[in-house]
């Protein structure tokens, strides 16, 4: 982790070098397995996958602000939202990030980037909108201690095996059609169980990796609630501003959830409406667990939580 004043947490740490010790094991294993199945195309893959991954490391702040069709602010344009963000970085010793606004009316917020120092908090005029002055400092804690702990970027690279992997099955799939449809040769049907084999490993790898993700972005969500809490000593304000992200979710159109999805393993809360968040595949852990959570700590601090 970076070194801040947020809370270490030794389970996040242990869980990143986790993921991403048995992804690059996945990803070996694919690519071994495509040396022995297709010799020719095994180096390719291992060139496209290394890129991607290298692609999404260096651009992720950029690819992030693009999606949401967010624009960074300065200081004179939003004096209230960097004032606090100055603070909030004050008291975690830690270095400012860039500073975005999406205008949007979906209530949410993200942080993303390479490095504490490349990396940027966005923020929706949702959001802004929605929330009181402590709300809204809860939720900027909760996104700087993803940047301080580097668990963004963990999250930003572990997702390229499983493109790769997805790419890989889609492309194997179609060849494996054609293969079926283009003719009853020797040589077709040789051929047609090389790429079973491909399609096989690559769902195989595919789904661990989809697993493995959205296990480590439930458990960073967690960390992230807990070391925001902790830094603002305002646990809170936190809890009140995620029923309220949560409950206005309802209140969005389902066209523009469904336009945000992509980015729900980076939102604060996931832009999802009337559905159940306790699922292997959920990219957050339930409302209730988070509150639970803040609860223990408001407990711990000895103030009572309205």
Known sequence: MAHSRFIKDRGLTARMTLTMFLLGALFVALIVTLMFVFKGIAVIIGVIGIGIAFFQWWSSDKVAMRAMRAR??????????????????????????????????????????????RSVVCVTTGILNRLTAEELEGVLA???????????LVMTVASSAGIV????????????????GGGRGRNNNSA??????????????????????????????LC??????????????LASALQKITGEMAAIPQKDLRASSAMNAFFIAPAISGASLKTLTSTHPSLEQRLQQLAKIQAELGRPMG
């Open 72 to 117: 960074e602010v300065t200081p004179e344009e939003a004096p209230e939202l960097h004032g606090m963000i100055d603070r909030l970085c004050a008291m975690a010793d830690m270095p400012k990030p860039r500073v975005g606004v999406a205008d949007m009316d979906l209530p949410n917020a993200f942080a993303t980037g390479r490095s504490p120092n």
């Open 142 to 152: 909760h996104e700087l201690s993803h940047v301080a702990h580097r668990d963004v």
């Open 165 to 180: 992997a997805g790419m890989l099955t889609q492309s194997m799939r179609f060849g494996g059609l054609s293969l079926l």
């Open 192 to 221: 047609l169980p090389a790429y079973l084999i491909a399609i096989v490993v690559s769902l195989v790898v595919y789904a661990i990796s989809f697993i493995l993700t959205r296990m480590l972005s439930r458990y960073r969500e």
């Open 224 to 237: 992230a609630d807990r070391a925001g809490a902790y830094l603002t000593m305002k646990p809170g304000a």
